[in-house]
């Protein structure tokens, strides 16, 4: 087992972002701070799965309720077509 050191916030966050941003591999950027890319990549793993945003997901809420919407409203039209024309044969 290697040893045990704290990295700053500030460094973890610049990290993340050079990589997310900048395009530069996980290897690469935990090559350049010193530290494993096991690291890094349990960084990546907790800024994906512990943040949400908020007004992202009421977009997402939003966009899926129309989509229910157009959904239920072609339904009703391909019905009413159906009716009108009677089934094909």
Do not use: C, H
């Amino acid at each position: 087992m290697g040893t045990f050191r704290v990295i700053p916030k500030e460094v973890k966050e610049q990290i993340l972002t050079r990589i997310k941003n900048e395009g530069i591999t996980v290897a690469q950027a935990a090559r350049e701070a010193g530290i494993s890319d096991n690291t890094v990549y349990g960084w990546l793993a907790k800024s994906v799965n512990g943040k949400t945003n908020d007004g992202e997901v009421a977009r997402l809420k939003r966009e899926l309720q129309g989509a229910y919407e157009l959904i239920g409203k072609l339904t009703r039209e391909l019905e009413g077509y159906k009716k009108k024309n009677g089934p094909r044969r």
